[in-house]
Structures are given as structure tokens and as C-alpha cells.
């Protein structure tokens, strides 16, 4: 079963997108399997994070900012160097996340929550759920 999402971005960073993923879940009344959670944009992501300490949170936002600066000397210049940047955080960090299923249960720890990552928000982006039941 696919599951598709329509997220409206305000800002760049990290959005907690656990509860589509557990929604999709529901919905298919799957117990075992795999859920794939996944982007189709160049310029946002998929991640694990844990929420517990939001500046946790920022850490992670400020660390890939610092290793991955907005800058004018990209040479892709077809949108903003924003966008540019963007490309790169996405393509590093990844545009889908993979989880085992078990009794129902979506295969996170404790302290573990999906996130959609925007790197040239604000947008309204899409998030698909695919929930592969054995």
C-alpha cells in the first residue's frame, strides 16, 4: 500500500513526520513487513533523529549547514545558492529511509523519530509511505 502526504513547509530544518508514517501503517493494517518512507524532491530528505532535546536538533541542522554552506560559488546557479546547497544536503543525507515492521510496530528506538529535512523551503513537498507487507 502506498500512502502519499502533502507537506507545506514554512522554514528550512526538521520537520517530525513519525505520525504519516505511523497513520500509512495503520491504514494498511500491515503486522510485518517494511515501510519505505521517501521524497521525490532534489532538495529535501529523509532522517532519524532523536526530538528529546530540541537543541538536538538544531545541533544536526547547524553541523550540516557548517559543512555544507549556502555560498554563490556553486556552479549550479540555476535557482539561488539555497537551492544549490540544497541539491548536496539532499543527495548526502539521503531521500528515503527504510523500517522493519514487527507486530505492528514501526522498527524505531525509543528516542528515534522519522523527519522530513527541507533544505529550500518554504514549499509544499509531498511525502510517500510504502508499507511492504510479507
Not at 556552479?75 to 515492521?101: E, N
Request: aromatic share 8%.
Amino acid at each position: 500500500m502506498l500512502k502519499t502526504f502533502t507537506l507545506e513547509t514554512d522554514r528550512n530544518g526538521l520537520y517530525d513526520i513519525t505520525p504519516l508514517a505511523e497513520a500509512a501503517l495503520d491504514e494498511s493494517g500491515a503486522r510485518a513487513g517494511l515501510v519505505l518512507v521517501s521524497v521525490p524532491h532534489s532538495t529535501a530528505a529523509i532522517t532519524v533523529v532523536s526530538p528529546w532535546d530540541p537543541l538536538g536538533l538544531e545541533d544536526v541542522q547547524d553541523e550540516l549547514s557548517r559543512l555544507i554552506p549556502t555560498r554563490v560559488d556553486f556552479k549550479h546557479q540555476y535557482d539561488t545558492p539555497q537551492d544549490a546547497a540544497g541539491h548536496i544536503k539532499a543527495s548526502i543525507v539521503g531521500h528515503s529511509r527504510m523500517f522493519y515492521l514487527e507486530d505492528g510496530k514501526l522498527g524505531l528506538g525509543h528516542s528515534q523519530k522519522i523527519f522530513f529535512w527541507e533544505f529550500d523551503g518554504p514549499r509544499k513537498r509531498t511525502v510517500h509511505v510504502k508499507v511492504l507487507t510479507q
